[in-house]
């Protein structure tokens, strides 16, 4: 190779005088490179693997953890969760009124306290009367391995303990996975019912308008139902319901979906059974390690989602409480904004009743979303997607309740806007005639020149702030993982608040200030 190189050198056939051609690759460098290959690429065959690993693996490098770059903050809220183990008959449910509770494990979140206790973050309240077994102690002693036992004589000696350990932590919140029929749930239940005491009164940190899931219908079928003066109650189950898009919201279903971990579930009759048998320590460990792994997947599956820290960002930018975050529609976030914008301008909100929502206009156009054909596409798709559409034509064509002067056609005779009727004065649309602007449904607006739209206002603020938080997380980058998630929350929260308010124009049914020639103009436009 090197004398034809020469040759075509002296002919001036070549550039160079001379020119290295690589090797071909070996066996180990081909083989070597089929693994990395075979290692970094995306999809892999279900024969060579299955979904399951696969997943596992791309998730462990996705959420890998990554070190601590600030400390504690002081806005965080405490939490305390809580599971417990009630003997039941046969294949029955756990009734409040006859099967008492025999253990209660708990678990504190300790990352969310901003300082070290210097006690056991977990622990376990078991009942141990006078007429068990000798050795059952020390079965569940040695059962629960590192973990702390206390024992108590009667299960009101149990409850009282418990007490004594939210009044000693004074946690912020309380939560459990299902505690309507479980957790904190039951055992306020099984003390009303059986012992005849309030035992929320002493869970709480002032005695204040208790309410419990027979007083509150609506929270028993959207929240948690039982509500406890100065501490938040969390269902894990319908927080989850509320995240996710899943077939089935069990604790193993979602410990599968979130954590790629498999869980095994018993029976309560199971539990049961193997509770009572004393003899063998091995059953007593196997329901002890159950609950505690039940009550700490709880702690992790908020912390997967970042549950709390969302609703405490959403709750400061919004202007409202933790628990109306998650409690109450996205109608309430809106107008805690719109609230403060109003009485900047001297505006009320308008509060129209049931009927004069029902009567108004309906709605002349709603928007429409195409799922697009599933196919396999040789030539790029291009997909073009506009930055907060609503929110944009709004800001543009300075669209808002307050600058709505009427339909065309009405103007002349009955000028009614959705729920209102008002007269429009003859002469003003002579003064106003070069600050109007008339939209696609037939609805005269003002231009900026004249008044400036509330809303548009509302959205700016949110979209313009949005985006520098954004530009911040651009710049932090991956040097502060704390203040990159504390900035996505807040981003995330400006971004919902946005996206709603189109839908706080729209809800003709169940909206609070709804106004379909508005919605109608903003779809149409």
Excluded at 17 to 41: A, D, I, N, Q
Excluded at 252 to 267: I, K, V
Excluded at 381 to 406: E, K, W
């Amino acid at each position: 190779e090197e004398n034809i190189v020469e040759s075509k050198t002296r002919s001036g056939n070549v550039f160079h005088s001379w020119k290295y051609l690589r090797r071909p690759p070996g066996y180990k460098t081909v083989k070597y490179e089929m693994e990395s290959m075979r290692r970094t690429k995306s999809f892999l065959s279900q024969i060579e693997r299955s979904s399951f690993q696969r997943k596992a693996q791309m998730r462990e490098r996705k959420d890998a953890p990554e070190e601590k770059s600030s400390i504690f903050s002081p806005n965080n809220l405490t939490h305390f969760s809580m599971e417990i183990h009630v003997e039941t008959e046969g294949h029955k449910k756990p009734d409040p009124i006859r099967n008492e509770v025999k253990m209660i494990v708990w678990c504190l979140e300790k990352e969310s306290f901003p300082f070290d206790l210097e006690i056991s973050h977990e622990g376990i309240l078991a009942v141990l009367d006078s007429t068990a077994e000798p050795h059952r102690a020390n079965h569940i002693i040695q059962g629960a391995a590192d973990v702390p036992v206390a024992f108590y004589q009667t299960e009101m000696d149990m409850f009282d303990a418990l007490t004594d350990l939210v009044l000693f932590f004074d946690t912020d919140i309380l939560s459990g996975f299902e505690i309507h029929d479980g957790s904190w749930g039951y055992i306020i239940e099984r003390c009303r019912r059986h012992y005849k005491i309030e035992i929320s009164e002493d869970f709480s940190r002032v005695n204040f308008n208790l309410n419990n899931k027979i007083r509150d219908k609506w929270g028993l079928t959207h929240a948690s139902g039982i509500t406890i003066a100065g501490r938040h109650m969390i269902n894990i189950w319908r927080s989850m319901r509320s995240e996710l898009n899943l077939t089935r919201y069990s604790l193993e279903n979602l410990a599968f979906e979130l954590l790629d971990e498999r869980l095994p579930h018993f029976s309560f009759q199971t539990l049961t059974q193997l509770w009572k048998s004393g003899q063998n320590p091995s059953n007593i460990k196997t329901v002890i390690n159950y609950w505690m792994t039940r009550v700490r997947m709880n702690i992790r599956l908020l912390q997967k989602q970042d549950y709390i820290a969302r609703i405490v960002e959403q709750a400061r930018l919004t202007g409202i409480d933790f628990y109306s975050v998650y409690y109450r529609g996205s109608q309430y976030k809106v107008e805690s904004i719109l609230f403060r914008l109003c009485k900047q301008d001297d505006f009320v909100l308008l509060s129209p009743s049931r009927k004069q929502v029902k009567n108004q206009r309906a709605l002349e156009c709603v928007p429409l979303v195409m799922e697009p054909e599933s196919a396999f596409y040789k030539s790029p798709v291009v997909v073009l997607d506009f930055q907060s559409l609503y929110p944009s034509i709004m800001i543009a064509y300075n669209l808002c309740y307050s600058t709505m002067i009427g339909r065309v056609r009405d103007l002349d005779f009955k000028n009614e806007l959705g729920v209102t009727k008002f007269p429009f004065p003859k002469n003003a649309f002579s003064d106003l005639e070069e600050h109007t602007r008339i939209t696609a449904n037939g609805v005269v607006y003002v231009k900026p020149s004249y008044r400036n739209s509330t809303l548009a206002r509302m959205l700016e603020d949110l979209l313009n702030t949005r985006s520098m938080v954004k530009k911040t997380m651009s710049d932090v980058g991956s040097k502060n993982s704390a203040l990159q998630k504390l900035l996505n929350r807040r981003q995330l929260a400006l971004k919902l608040i946005a996206n709603v308010t189109y839908g706080y124009t729209s809800a003709s049914f169940s909206g609070r200030m709804p106004c379909s020639d508005l919605a109608d103009t903003i779809v149409q436009t």
